[in-house]
């Protein structure tokens, strides 16, 4: 399962709002499509999802791991 709760991510290096207060639940077994205009934040959700970059604030839960705090090294485990 992935769940997100107010999800915010800010590029600091260009001071882009990639996503602001997102939130979505995606339960186990389900197909889901990211589509978007460029720009809108779908690689930043991927990322978010996978561990390549941690959220400013809010909740990304992966599979029970809060991914805001899960070591690097546990990393593979989840992906």
């Known amino acids: 399962m992935v769940s997100?709760?107010?999800?915010?991510?800010?590029?600091?290096?260009?001071?882009?709002?990639?996503?602001?207060?997102?939130s979505l639940t995606i339960e186990d077994g389900e197909f889901v499509f990211l589509v978007g205009p460029s720009g809108?934040?779908?690689?930043?959700?991927?990322?978010?999802?996978t561990g390549e970059v941690r959220a400013d604030s809010g909740k990304v839960i992966v599979n029970d791991f809060d991914m805001n705090r899960i070591r690097r090294r546990k990393l593979p485990k989840v992906r």
């Open 40 to 49: 809108s934040g779908k690689t930043t959700l991927m990322k978010l999802i």
């Open 4 to 22: 997100m709760q107010n999800v915010r991510k800010v590029y600091e290096n260009s001071n882009t709002v990639a996503l602001d207060n997102v």
